[in-house]
């Protein structure tokens, strides 16, 4: 079934002024002011929190700026049922930040391409490039744990592959969420000297490395993609509920309109980028 | 029943069932072998202490976890006959665990968050609710908990309730008044503990246990004083000796047990530290020997290559003093668990005469697909069967106590591994198997699924981008999803068997009255016959059961079954309407496991009581 053209649009904006992006599913009438409803972790730097200080933040701003929408937020830590409370409950419209594979929702074009990292401190000079540098059999080495059921961050993976794991020290992702930004303590072991190296999302690294007591080397792993199939390599998009077309395909303009200017963004906030590919 | 189905299960069963009047017919009894009904059989086990009677005061029924109950008037003659007595909305959706209590003519009903506490008096027409105890726990528990948002229910001692909340607290509440008497924060949510097990009050220490394991939090359990709360001691369960109260008491049955903190030796480095082993299940408890039995939960870091060892104690059954928590002996049902097979199901403890000696055993179908029969003073298998179709090892080693694995099923990372039987629900979860005098068997809910794990799923959580495994699960051999056993604990191996379609993710209830009952996922209630399985009644509740029944004598002198009717939990989540079930992984592979279950139970929270 096709709708004409401009019947298409007009139930979009139905959609638009009864309230979230996210509708009220099929009520008619007024409703709620037009806003975009973001759902973020409140205490996630650099990617959010709840003094709009995360670059996902600057982005979500820059967004409502584009579609004439004030951005309102749903505050929800990032663990095992974010998407499923959050997005999936209606009680939202979009997610600043997913893997472009993502498949609990529906990712937009990516934005940004980035990669996990080896961090230290630039006074070992430690020069530290590959997963295959013989002395990561020997250094104290510093990585996030998640614990959830058959899931680990690649670098886990890469290690315990080259049978790395005796001197491998893990690092809740969650951490103690009493405590700003939990996933930083792993920077913070770096700087303190309990770990020589950690090995992190780049994003979270070039942040906290821009802020650390003492001068940090952020560099990023190689390979890219490890043997049999390990990427450490991610394409980041924003992501709707699946089926929520009409704001994906707005959020897509928005992105390519702006692409500059997000990549400045991201850049301010220290995220090592690689340039996305251009298959599209 | 039409007569048509009478019929068929005439000429099925026509050895059993003389003629096809009122009754109900039989349902299938795919098993039922030379087990002449009315004789106990000899190797049967005997019971350690009185069973729960008129009132149902604990959450099994007993210390010893039987969920067996010494009235009668429901018989397989009549159980045909039983209708709703009343019924009882919680006000709560989601999965609706536990059961509740019977104390003094009053009903005790705790709801999964906001962990609201009712007092039905059962004295009134229908029951009328005398109090409402809310004890307002966190909504950030709600974002925490891994499994939905459930309760495993409420325990009574002294003229008090005590029970968990789901925002890591424990609470004391005056049984007559309602008023609290004191609430007690015992784990911390910012590490992502919560609470979600049924208490135990052991004198007068209540024995509490935290959840999180997928959260990397590490697992403990802790007495607390009943009358005040305080704690008064804590074992965790991974750690040096002096953390898991492991010292000169200790006597495990087997070598590999013994050593010093084995709790960081058999881990890599200080991963320990996020080693999970929580203690989510039941507890039960031992007056002779003095000893309070339970199991600890998976191993924290899933990737188990990230932590060669054994990774003691995780998927550990504890014997401890309750008085000081001191351990006695250690049984680890896997090591190095690569399965997600936690050990926290039930330990029913019961006597069995065995080679013309009584021992004293405690008896724990695992998730592993094993049952332990377990001497209980010293930890020695004494004899394991598998309950459900089980590849990842072929048997337990009665001479090391370890499993002979089979080495195909062994997940690993970075590879497919395809058809390990049972699947990460386990042969069972936690709803608890009843044990019965009257024939000497355990009736034990299961699971029949196995699962592909399969590596390389992006997933996202926290910012952070990374690439685990997941789990797809599907129906294991013959289709059915679940079913009831019953076992001879002695002889290690089945005596009947009910097949179902969905888990069977209800607990269950035996009465001396000879009928034993559980609930479906697709909201069955029901009740066979415990000599040979056949169906005598059923009734279909509003939504999914996967709570326990219990039963108790109403001020009427009648006797009274009642269940909870509301589905949830880790695999009934997957009959939420915001639980997607396109995608197979959903839930952590459930949902590939049942699909189906959004067209056969919708959301509810429910009480219903029967009686004739």
């Known amino acids: 079934m096709s709708f004409p053209s401009n019947l298409a649009a007009a139930i979009a904006l139905a959609a638009l002024v009864t309230g979230t992006l996210a509708g009220r599913d099929s009520h008619a009438g007024p409703r709620a002011p037009l806003a975009l409803v973001v759902c973020a972790d409140p205490n996630n730097l650099p990617f959010s929190n709840d003094k709009l200080e995360g670059f996902e933040n600057k982005l979500a701003d820059l967004v409502g700026r584009d579609l004439g929408l004030p951005v309102r937020y749903m505050w929800l830590p990032q663990r095992r049922g974010f998407v499923r409370n959050t997005l999936k409950a209606h009680r939202c419209d979009v997610i600043m930040g997913v893997p472009s594979s993502f498949e609990l929702a529906r990712p937009t074009e990516p934005y940004y391409r980035s990669t996990y990292v080896f961090v230290y401190r630039k006074d070992r000079h430690l020069d530290l490039q590959s997963f ?55 920077i913070d072991a770096v700087v303190r000297g309990d770990v020589d190296v950690a090995i992190a999302w780049g994003p979270l690294a070039g942040y906290f490395a821009r802020r650390a007591a003492v001068p940090l080397d952020v560099v990023p792993v190689s390979p890219q993609v490890d043997v049999p199939f390990l990427p450490f390599v991610f394409d980041i998009a924003m992501a709707v509920r699946r089926g929520d077309d009409t704001l994906r395909v707005r959020l897509d303009s928005v992105l390519e309109r702006h692409r500059a200017e997000i990549e400045r963004l991201l850049a301010n906030y220290g995220v090592p980028l690689l340039p996305l590919t251009a298959e599209h | 029943m039409s007569g048509q189905i009478c019929s068929r299960a005439v000429l099925l069963l026509v050895a059993l069932i003389p003629a096809c009047k009122g009754n109900p017919p039989p349902a299938r009894a795919a098993t039922s072998p030379s087990s002449s009904p009315r004789s106990v059989p000899t190797s049967g086990a005997k019971p350690i202490m009185a069973p729960a009677g008129k009132e149902w005061t604990m959450p099994s029924g007993d210390y010893a976890m039987t969920r067996f109950s010494s009235l009668d008037q429901i018989t397989p003659a009549n159980a045909a006959q039983l209708k709703v007595a009343s019924t009882f909305s919680t006000g709560v959706l989601h999965g609706h665990e536990g059961n509740p ?175 999970g082993g929580t203690v989510w299940g039941w507890v039960s408890y031992d007056p002779d020997l003095n000893l309070i039995y339970y199991g600890t939960a998976n191993p924290g870091v899933w990737n ?277 079930t396109d995608d197979p992984y959903t839930g952590l592979g459930v949902a590939g496991a049942i699909p189906d279950i959004k067209q056969a139970s919708t959301m509810g929270g429910m009480l219903y009581v029967f009686s004739f």
């Open chain 2, 101 to 275: 209590l019977v104390v003094n003519n009053t009903m005790y009903v705790v709801t999964p968050w906001p962990n609201i506490l009712y007092a039905i008096d059962l004295t009134k027409p229908g029951g009328a609710v005398k109090w409402v105890y809310q004890p307002n726990p966190s909504d950030r528990a709600v974002g925490i908990a891994c499994c939905d948002i459930v309760n495993r229910g409420a325990t009574y001692a002294n003229g008090r309730i005590f029970f968990n909340t789901l925002d890591a607290h424990t609470v004391a509440v005056d049984a007559n008044s309602g008023k609290e008497i004191w609430k007690v924060q015992v784990g911390n949510m910012d590490i992502g503990e919560t609470v979600t097990m049924a208490p135990l009050v052991v004198h007068n220490k209540v024995i509490i246990g935290n959840s999180g394991a997928e959260l990397g939090v590490r697992g403990w359990i802790k007495a607390l004083d009943a009358g005040n709360g305080k704690e008064v001691w804590r074992a965790y369960s991974t750690g040096p000796d002096r953390d898991v109260l492991i010292g000169p008491n200790f006597k495990p049955f087997y070598p590999d047990h013994r050593g010093t903190d084995l709790g960081t030796k058999t881990w890599s480095g200080e991963q320990w530290k996020l080693g």
């Open chain 2, 304 to 580: 188990p290559d990230m932590r060669p060892g054994d990774n003691k104690w995780s998927l550990t059954i504890f014997a401890r003093d309750p008085d000081n928590g001191e351990a006695r002996w250690a049984y680890q049902m896997t090591p190095h668990d690569a399965w997600d097979y936690d050990g926290v199901n039930e330990n029913i403890l019961t006597n069995i005469q065995m080679n013309g000696r009584e021992r004293k055993v405690l008896v724990h179908p695992d998730r592993n697909g094993f049952v332990y029969t377990l001497d209980r003073e010293t930890g020695e298998v004494i004899t394991a069967g598998k309950f459900v179709f089980t590849n990842w090892a072929d048997s337990i080693n009665r001479k090391t106590g370890r499993p002979a694995e089979n080495p195909a099923y062994r997940s690993k990372q970075g590879m497919v591994t395809r058809g390990i039987c049972p699947s990460a629900t386990g042969g069972k979860d936690e709803p608890p198997s009843a044990f019965s005098p009257v024939t000497g068997w355990f009736y034990i809910p299961n699971t029949n699924d196995c699962m592909d794990y399969q590596g390389l799923e992006a997933n996202y959580i926290a910012g952070t981008p990374y690439v685990g495994a997941s789990v797809r699960m599907y129906a294991g051999p013959g289709g059915q999803r679940g079913g009831l056993n019953a076992w001879d604990a002695a002889a290690g191996k089945a005596v009947w068997h009910i097949d179902e379609n969905f888990p069977v993710w209800s607990g269950v209830l035996a009465t001396a009255g000879g009928v034993v009952f559980y609930g479906t996922m697709d909201g069955w209630f029901k009740a066979v016959d415990a000599r040979d399985g056949h169906e005598l009644w059923k009734f279909k509740v509003g939504s999914g059961i996967v709570g326990n029944p219990m039963t108790y004598t109403g001020p009427d002198g009648k006797q009274y079954v009642a269940v909870y009717s509301g589905i949830g939990g880790w695999m009934g989540a997957v009959a939420f309407p915001d639980v997607s």
């Open chain 1, 132 to 186: 295959d540098d013989p002395r990561l059999h020997h250094l104290r080495i510093g990585v996030h744990v998640i614990g959830d059921d058959y899931a680990n961050v690649p670098p886990v993976a890469a290690l315990a592959q080259r049978h790395i794991i005796r001197n491998v020290v893990g690092y809740s992702i969650y951490g103690d969420y009493s405590q700003p930004d939990p996933p930083a303590r792993l």
